[in-house]
């Protein structure tokens, strides 16, 4: 199979409708775009990943297969532009291109369609993300579905706790994830009850986050980033006050890796075929802790 058509048909098997907007995805503005490499040609094999990382990259390489799927951006910055990396002659990039070069490897994103909805159970689509997730981390038996929600599990992803420590919590992330920590705001003992996976927690809108948190009465929330102003004060404050208020900073590639490993379990269907080897390599943690 040809690489152009894997792509295509991971794109006709997903919803393909922003799942907030409900507004079709626009192949000319989407993020899903060929990052580097020719399309046209034979698929040797696929690896999929969160970041395909100089590491992961040469794993690709070693297993055989001339196309990542990747779920962030090639190139480190949004749109993946790379003219002023090439006008700056950036050792960096220079270098990994030179390695994708060598090794005729292929990057796909795949964001925008695997988060607009993969098909589930009696007709239903849920985000293969956050899906991923909360099956390798044993959480998805806490989603609290919400009936306005056309894609399951699309963020805000809300969670029902049976009142369980923020620590066990922790502990059901990094054993199910694979991290090698979690950045903790708050009591590692409170018990929790309502969780949530809120949006982008990156300063500009995080007063509706706040507002999310009041309303819905959110104890803990397990984030993708986390900045120390806005929602990082107000649960610090609110634990000061007494109320079991956590924060569970797990890092954004760290909680949407397992979704690139989950797409494992739907790809043969969505390409016709288990005759391509397909594996998932791990770009993994990017984090080290040093406690005193
Ligand atoms: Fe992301
Ligand atoms: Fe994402």
Known sequence: MRISEVIQKIKDYSRGKDAHTNQPIDDALSRDQVLYGSIDKECTGIVTTCFASVEVIEKAHACGANLIISHEALFWN????????????????????????????????????????????????????????????????????????????????????????????????????GLNGIRLIGDPDAVVHNACIPMHLIGFADKETISMINIKNIDLLITMELIDYTVNEYMRDGACLGDPKAILACGHFNTEEPGMKYMLNWLPEALGTDTIPMTFIKSGDASQYILP
Do not use: Q
Not at 121 to 139: E, M, S
Not at 149 to 174: F, H, Q
């Open 78 to 177: 949004h749109g993946d532009h790379t003219d002023w990396l090439k006008a700056e002659k950036n050792s960096v990039y220079l270098r990994k291109k030179k390695l994708l070069d060598d090794y005729g490897i292929t990057v796909w994103r795949d964001h925008d369609y695997i988060h607009s909805g993969m098909p589930g159970a009696n007709k239903t689509w849920y985000d293969g993300i956050f899906k991923g997730f909360l099956h390798d981390t044993g959480l998805e038996k806490y989603y609290v579905p919400n009936i306005n929600d056309s894609v399951k599990y699309s963020i805000p992803v809300m969670l029902n706790l049976p009142g369980l420590t923020v620590r066990e919590v922790a502990d059901m992330i990094i054993k199910g994830a």
